[in-house]
């Protein structure tokens, strides 16, 4: 056995999205191929309306699945294969943009206003990039929840742990993704196979994510290991990347711990990513857009115009 260390942390960077959502970015584009088979997680964590009410009106993605987590508040969903949704609290979507999908993804905070969710996005290999697209919304009941006997909850989202499968199956690098909360100093082992990228995104709380409790390399979009004070406990809006190993092992500091850990075999293919479309050469990307210019991007589902 060998326990996972931390390989480095990303310190996720304020960025405008949509119509002027602020959300906090994990990772993405610059570090492509680091994160492989995972592009991007964004947290919208927000009291304040005005910073996610514009919203994502429509626009187009290609390539990609996207799975969204909503903790606080809602997210309503439209696309061009005419499916018209609600994340509510608790809730999963999981989309395959495959060929291609237009969907708009309106946020609405709870009754205090205060939204909290998450957007991962998954790569596709080149042989399922042009599949049809597909959508799935998976309500909060149907997510599996295994409490150990230490008082961990296990909420098993996508993947699987001691033969508990979680409903989100279908996407096609078939990922690990787990939501998990720990009691204060409560200890968790997972075993992953050797090979995996694993991430884990700490939500609230704080742990010790490794048994060698740092120093650690920081990063974060646009320039690394930024001031810090090198505690070795990690919080809120930092992603934790492991080096390699068949299990990781995780402690929660004084206070609990909740954070998403997710595990995905690399595709180890080329990576061309512009804006929402992720294709493997630049020509597929200037076919999709001369598509979306010309109005014919959509191959399946009914054509939606981007405003
Ligand atoms: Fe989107």
Redesign the pocket.
Known sequence: MTVRIIHKVFRSSPTMEGAGVLVHRAFGLPHVPELDPFLLLDEFMSGNPEEYLPG?PF?P?RGIE?VTYVLHGKVEHRDSLGTVGTIGEGDVQWMTAGSGII?Q?MPKGDESGFLQGYQLWVNLPASDKMMNPRYRGVKEVEIPRITKESGAVVRVIAGEIKDVWGPVRDIVTNPLLLDVSLPPEVEIAHRIPVGATVVAYAVEGSAYFDEKRGPHTYEMQGGSDYPHDRDSLIGPRHAVLYNDGDQVTIQAGPKGARFLLMAGKPLDEPVAWSG?IVMNTEEELRTAFEEIRNGIFVKYGKAVSIR
Do not use: A, C, K, L
Request: proline fraction near 14%.
């Open positions: 994502f626009h993605h996207t969907h993804e929402p």
